[in-house]
Antibody, heavy 124, light 114 residues
Framework: QVQLQESGPGLVRPSQTLSLTCNVS??????????WSWIRQSAGEGLEWIGR???????NYNPSLKSRVTISIDTSKNQFSLKLSSVTAADTAVYYCARGLSGGWFGGNWFDPWGQGTLVTVSS | DIVMTQSPDSLAVSLGERATINCKSS????????????LAWYQQKPGQPPKLLIH???TRESGVPDRFSGSGSGTDFTLTISNLQAEDVAVYYC??????????FGQGTKLEIK
């Protein structure tokens, strides 16, 4: 079955850019049935959806993070990536990648499966 | 934004008994064109990512025990766990996927054994 695994630095300096990659195994990231999302979890904010990408290149971002977020996809490596710029301590969280299943033309996604998550700490 | 509010924040239930977790949305999650409620439920055990239990408010995922059931419509939803087992200790979250702009989660309900 499909498995997802996040990778990237565990420590990022304030004002720098957080960069994470999600490796997808057991299935193709080019499958048109799915979207690919990033979600984070912090003690203060709980679970927060960051954004998603579809195989066509279309992206949707959480409006509260939109100005700082970029999600991209590399079909040759079966991976997708997250970049979050100008980070502060408030961006400290466990970051998850997840596959999104479609709610049809109107709805968004529910998420299954999720990666194990990676803790990113923003600190000098 | 649609705000998802769960209740209670925590509860303790005896083994073999029933646990009931509520989730209320700030606007209706029922889309009239297809009569579907755009709501999912997840289970998160310590040190693990969330696991999908239910989508469309009441459709249980393959492999999820049938003691887990989802109900409700519009703005009020319930996750019921019957015959509580020790392995059901976890935090449970609801999530809406109504529309495509922003998906939000409830704050979570921590379930423990009494």
């Amino acid at each position: 079955q499909v498995q997802l695994q996040e990778s990237g630095p565990g420590l990022v300096r304030p004002s720098q850019t957080l960069s994470l990659t999600c490796n997808v195994s057991g299935g193709s990231i080019s499958n048109a049935d799915y979207y690919w999302s990033w979600i984070r979890q912090s003690a203060g904010e709980g679970l927060e959806w960051i954004g998603r990408m579809y195989i066509t290149g279309r992206t949707n971002y959480n409006p509260s993070l939109k100005s700082r977020v970029t999600i991209s996809i590399d079909t040759s490596k079966n991976q997708f990536s997250l970049k979050l710029s100008s980070v502060t301590a408030a961006d400290t969280a466990v970051y998850y990648c997840a596959r999104g299943l479609s709610g049809g033309w109107f709805g968004g996604n529910w998420f299954d499966p999720w990666g194990q998550g990676t803790l990113v700490t923003v600190s000098s | 934004d649609i705000v998802m509010t769960q209740s209670p924040d925590s509860l303790a239930v005896s083994l073999g008994e029933r646990a009931t977790i509520n989730c209320k949305s700030s606007q209706s999650l029922l889309f009239s064109s297809n009569n579907k409620n755009y709501l999912a439920w997840y289970q998160q055990k310590p040190g693990q990512p969330p696991k999908l239990l239910i989508h469309w408010a009441s459709t249980r995922e393959s492999g999820v025990p049938d003691r887990f059931s989802g109900s409700g419509s519009g703005t009020d939803f319930t996750l019921t766990i019957s015959n509580l087992q020790a392995e059901d200790v976890a935090v449970y979250y609801c999530q809406h996927y109504y529309g495509t702009l922003r998906y939000t989660f409830g704050q979570g309900t921590k379930l423990e054994i009494k």
